[in-house]
């Protein structure tokens, strides 16, 4: 079956300092893997994405994510965290050989604190 | 502007009283879902539809319907809510494939 894991629900790092939120998956197939952002009372926006290709993704904001296919993690990453990225990241996977339904992480909420 | 919006954007109702929360998309997306979120949960799909006419189940569809008569719009029907509906729902869209979905700015339902 199918799954994503968050295991922080909250992480809390210093304007200025790198920021790492960590998510693993599980999938028969090939995996396609997502990060969303979510802002207080707003809808989820998409980050970046890894289907294929080069390891290291780079997307919206600054922010980066690493496929390890032997740890079978997709954690995303910033060199540098702003008090505006506060907010809540959730990690999907899909099994790219299946189906369209996206399996979503319980979300880590990101504190960047001034 | 390219969006997906969803309407109501808070609902407070009570058991028993059907309702009805629209999503439409303006991409011409052939893909589209509806998502609950709970608190600690993450997301959890309740329906979703990869063209008109065709729609599937997600992992907690109890109670719920959805009908996709045209391809921009995806309502969300709750025959007889109950207060284990209470949620915030999104609706999302995108292009089959590997691409991004697409969210809507969510609904909030309360239901008493």
């Known amino acids: 079956a199918q799954s994503v894991a968050q295991p922080e629900d909250q992480v809390n790092v210093a304007e200025g300092n790198p920021l790492t939120v960590k998510c693993t998956y599980s999938?028969?197939?090939?995996?396609?893997l997502f990060w969303y952002v979510q802002y207080p009372n707003r809808g989820l926006q998409f980050l970046l994405k890894?289907?294929?290709?080069d390891n290291l993704v780079k997307g919206s904001y600054g922010f980066e994510a690493e496929f390890n296919k032997s740890q079978t993690s997709f954690h995303l990453k910033k060199p540098s965290a702003l008090v505006s990225d506060s907010a809540l990241y959730f990690c999907?996977?899909?099994?790219?050989?299946?189906?369209?339904?996206?399996?979503w992480g319980a979300g880590t909420k990101l504190i960047i604190k001034p | 502007e390219a969006q997906v919006t969803q309407n109501p954007r808070y609902l407070i109702t009570v058991t028993g009283k059907k309702l009805t929360v629209t999503c439409s998309q303006n991409?011409?997306?052939?893909?589209m879902s509806w998502y609950r979120q709970d608190p600690g949960l993450g997301l959890r799909q309740i329906y979703y539809?990869?063209?008109?006419?065709?729609?599937d189940k997600g992992d907690v569809p109890e109670g719920y319907k959805v009908s996709r008569k045209e391809k921009r719009n995806f309502p969300l029907i709750l025959e007889s809510p109950s207060p284990n509906q209470t949620s915030l729902y999104f609706c999302?869209?995108?292009?089959?494939?590997?691409?991004?979905?697409?969210f809507g700015p969510g609904t909030r339902l309360t239901v008493t």
């Open positions: 890894y289907i294929t290709g």
């Open positions: 999907a996977v899909r099994d790219g050989d299946s189906n369209y339904q996206l399996i």
């Open positions: 991409m011409n997306h052939e893909y």
């Open positions: 999938v028969s197939g090939n995996p396609y």
């Open positions: 999302a869209s995108s292009f089959l494939g590997a691409y991004e979905q697409y």
């Open positions: 539809s990869m063209n008109v006419e065709v729609t």
